[in-house]
């Protein structure tokens, strides 16, 4: 790597983490508590990525706003009372590889962020329960820009690190994460082991799709070689 800074910006569920037990049993909880039909499991995992409100808007379309601003209510209480009983951690846990290319590539010279639809206080749960606050800078969420697709979260990250587009990356498992990279003008790499298949993926923008942390490694090495 040359002396320029160099960003890689991680999505985070379905990325870094491997967190689907825990958001389909919230949205389980959240759409029978309201009385609705429980969404097919597919279409849950499809939406990951998206904001709340957004995601439930997909989930149920041609309902009215009060409603998916309901679900999405119902749905982070669901959430934080698995994590208050310690469900949520038990059913949440690290892709194989995740921690050591975190540490790997900081320890590299390059600048960490995070882009994520999860909500501010998910965000920094995320990062002080697995020690990885140190490591990030500049991390966004759902509480600080539009939802994925729109490219506000990775062009927050590059103001707040100062680094230019073409000397940033984003890293992510969706569509949405592909889509919002290439509207920021970033450089765009997929993950086989999340929760959109390549051919999304590659439909939203990826310029390459690595299929462990030791292949992303490798990618993220080439694009700047």
Aim: proline share 5%.
């Amino acid at each position: 790597m040359n002396d320029t800074l160099k960003l890689i910006i991680f999505d985070v569920d379905g990325t870094l983490l491997d967190s689907q037990a825990s958001i389909l049993s919230s949205m389980k909880q959240a759409f029978e508590e309201a009385g609705y039909p429980v969404p097919p499991r597919d279409e849950v995992l499809s939406i990951v990525g998206l904001s709340l409100p957004q995601a439930m808007g997909v989930l149920m379309p041609g309902k009215p706003t009060t409603i998916h601003d309901q679900l999405a209510d119902l749905y982070k209480s669901a959430f934080l009372a698995q994590r208050q009983a310690g469900q949520a951690e038990s059913e949440q846990t690290l892709y194989p590889g995740a921690r050591e290319a975190i540490h790997h590539f900081d320890g590299s010279g390059y600048l960490l962020s995070a882009a994520t639809g999860k909500a501010r206080r998910g965000l920094d749960h995320f990062l002080d329960s697995q020690g990885f606050r140190q490591h990030f800078i500049g991390t966004q969420c759902a509480d600080d820009a539009p939802s994925k697709p729109h490219p506000g979260m990775v062009l927050n990250c590059l103001a707040a690190t100062g680094v230019a587009p073409e000397d940033a990356v984003m890293v992510g498992d969706t569509e949405f994460d592909m889509a919002m990279g290439q509207a920021a003008g970033v450089r765009r790499l997929g993950v086989s082991w999340g929760y959109h298949p390549t051919d999304r993926m590659l439909l939203g923008g990826a310029e390459a799709i690595a299929t462990d942390f030791a292949h992303l490694r490798d990618l993220i090495s080439e694009i700047w070689a």
